[in-house]
């Protein structure tokens, strides 16, 4: 009777191997990923494609074929003149502590209306809070002059109204949809309900919390002109842009034009930096792109 031969022993494959040529060749080159969807690209060449863009806009200001609208050269001893002679250091810092004074009134009105909405007595109130958003400021200025008195009151109410409907919109959205697991999780655990809402709402809501006063900051840094505009007495850097526009000095408009573009992108990018040391955890969280 004959026996069946042994089945052979598998033959171990490298672990070592080096790739196939096909499959090195797969993966794109680094000129190639900046044309690809959803691909990381390193921090040089992220550098590089801003470098780039900025100096596509900067050419096609020097083309541009409009001459009613001020050169770069322009611009420049535009600014030189208003940083100098015009004031525009001082009424950058009048503006600065104006949405400072208006950020910190909003942070905290808004984040206790925003906490308020766990409980269900509030929510109505805090839902109208949210779509007072659709108002416009410039209606709202004799209520809050009555209010204020005018002057420096007036600015910075009008600014924390504008910035708060926003804020408590996005906050209270995001302590709405904290998922009902986690309460439980802590109820188990045995702990109160202040601790808990310590835990799960406060501290657990703190990295979208810092995201969405860097997203309100930009919006009042934007309002800014407008509210400034509105009583010029105190200055600002609103005022200054106003006054210029009036006597249609564009190199001037101009000038004070980039100056906001960069303070207020110094302003996101400080906010940015916070939201790392505060909340280093969010970074883990993130695709690189």
């Known amino acids: ?120 007595f509030f929510r109505p109130l805090v839902g109208a809070v949210s779509k007072l958003r659709f108002l416009g400021l410039t209606g709202l200025v004799f209520p809050f002059t009555l209010l204020t008195g005018g002057g420096y009151a007036l600015k910075v109410s009008m600014l924390t109204f504008g910035m708060t409907t926003f804020f408590v919109t996005a906050m209270a959205e995001v302590v709405m949809s904290v998922p009902r697991e986690q309460f439980d999780h802590m109820r188990v655990l045995g702990a109160g309900e202040v601790r808990i809402f310590w835990e799960v709402v406060v501290r657990g809501t703190l990295d979208r919390a810092l995201d969405i006063t860097r997203q309100n900051l930009a919006i009042g840094w934007a309002m800014i002109t407008m509210v400034e505009g509105i009583s010029r007495a105190e200055g600002g850097i609103g005022a200054l842009i106003l006054n210029q526009n009036k006597h249609f000095h564009l190199a001037e408009v101009y000038a004070v034009l980039i100056a906001i573009l960069v303070v207020g992108l110094l302003l996101d990018y400080l906010m940015g930096v916070v939201v790392r040391v505060l909340c280093p955890y969010v970074s883990l969280d993130r695709v690189a792109r």
């Open 1 to 120: 009777m004959s026996t069946a031969a042994p089945a052979p022993a598998p033959v171990p494959l490298p672990t070592d191997a080096p790739a196939s040529p096909a499959a090195a060749s797969a993966e794109p080159g680094r000129l190639a990923r900046i044309f690809l969807p959803n691909r990381a690209v390193d921090r040089a060449t992220a550098i590089g494609l801003v470098a780039l863009w900025a100096a596509v806009a900067f050419i096609v200001w020097l083309v541009s074929p409009w001459e009613s609208l001020p050169g770069p050269g322009e611009v420049w001893r535009a600014f030189g003149s208003l940083w100098w002679e015009g004031g525009m250091g001082p009424e950058m810092f009048t503006t600065l502590k104006l949405i400072t004074h208006a950020l910190l009134l909003t942070i905290v009105i808004s984040m206790v209306l925003s906490y308020l909405t766990v409980i269900a």
